[in-house]
């Protein structure tokens, strides 16, 4: 289980979505993640997922991006 711990902007509700903060998430789960063209991918141990940047949902906040949790992500 990871515990997330926010430097800047935290979590925030929107549009009846949770956005939580890809790199405090990313960190406390100790998940790697690329974004390369127009896919984010990520890493975890030996796994691997792809998201595409049109279907995340994704939020941009003074350049920090932000995912809403349960959007399919699964690694």
């Given amino acids: 289980m990871g515990v997330l711990r926010y430097e800047r902007q935290p979590a925030f509700h929107m549009n009846g ?5 890809l790199k405090v998430f990313a960190d406390a789960f100790h998940i ?3 974004v390369k063209s127009k896919d984010l991918l990520f890493q975890r141990d030996s796994r691997t ?3 595409a940047v049109s279907q995340s949902k994704q939020v941009v906040v003074d350049g920090n991006v932000f995912l809403p949790l349960g959007n399919g992500i699964r690694i």
Avoid: D, I, R
Wanted: glycine fraction near 0%; avoid cysteine.
């Fill in 17 to 21: 979505l949770y956005y939580v903060p």
């Fill in 49 to 51: 997922s792809k998201l």
């Fill in 32 to 34: 790697q993640y690329e």
